[in-house]
């Protein structure tokens, strides 16, 4: 092991130990050196590997923090592994988002808030209205249907979930967004399904959630496939 990789880990068990907690400000350079047996230049490398995890934040001045340590921000190092499988393994990217998906959808049918559900309609009226006035604003479509997945996300009560979730969901916007400018028809499939799985989130139905985000997904993939032989899919990135 590497001396890099000692400051890495010891402050990770400090972190685990509650030793140090988010929000703590980490002893000055030369102390924690001595204190963990290494030299100043190894300490900065293992600092700056942890600063690009999400761990610490190093201010100007100020010295280095512990991060808030979310869940979402720690997961976000996983987009480059499904940046590297979508590339010639579209399919598997968007299976796993869909198993995730589906669990959320089960998950937040017995947990998401009133007003959530509302948040999620007037999301859903706004598409609405898209359509039926300025349906070339594709992009707004697509940053609805982001936002009405994050809320269900967000809403099943797993912050893991949460940030698995936008890990996979956000490198398929691309693909997506290219299926909204090629099919016709697709935004409107899109909503109806979309109001189908609002209709049994608001039914309260774990079942039926699970079953209608199914539903939804699978149509998604099946028309991008259908659409370009995956080429869109291959090409998709971060959003």
């Known amino acids: 092991m590497s001396r ?3 400051v890495i880990n010891s402050i990770k068990r400090m972190i685990l130990e509650g030793v140090l907690k988010p929000g703590d400000r980490l002893p000055v350079e030369k102390d924690l050196a001595e204190s963990l047996g290494v030299s100043r230049s190894s300490l900065r490398e293992g600092i700056s590997a942890l600063s690009l995890l ?4 190093t201010r100007q001045g100020d010295g280095t923090y512990i991060t808030k340590l979310d869940v979402t921000q720690l997961l976000a190092p996983l987009g480059f592994v499904v940046d590297l499988e979508g590339r010639g393994n ?6 796993i988002r869909r198993v995730l998906e589906c669990e959320a959808a089960r998950l937040a049918a017995t947990r998401i808030t009133d007003e959530a559900l509302l948040q999620a309609r007037e999301l859903l009226d706004e598409a609405t209205r898209i359509a039926g006035e300025a349906p070339q604003y594709h992009e707004r479509i697509i940053e609805i249907d982001i936002h009405f997945h994050r809320i269900i996300a ?3 009560g797993n912050p893991i979930l949460v940030g698995l979730i936008d890990a996979f969901a956000g490198r398929t916007v691309r693909g997506r967004l290219w299926r909204s400018l090629h099919e016709e028809g697709a935004d409107r499939r899109t909503h109806e399904e979309h109001l189908a799985i609002w ?6 139905d ?3 959630a699970r079953i209608r985000m199914a539903n939804h997904l699978v149509g998604v993939e099946e028309s991008l496939y259908a659409l370009a032989d995956d080429e869109p899919l291959s090409e998709q990135g971060p959003h």
């Open 4 to 6: 890099t990789d000692e």
């Open 54 to 57: 999400g761990v610490v934040n």
């Open 199 to 204: 209709r049994a989130l608001v039914a309260r």
């Open 206 to 208: 774990p079942e039926r």
């Open 90 to 95: 579209a399919r598997h990217v968007h299976t």
């Open 154 to 156: 967000v809403h099943g």
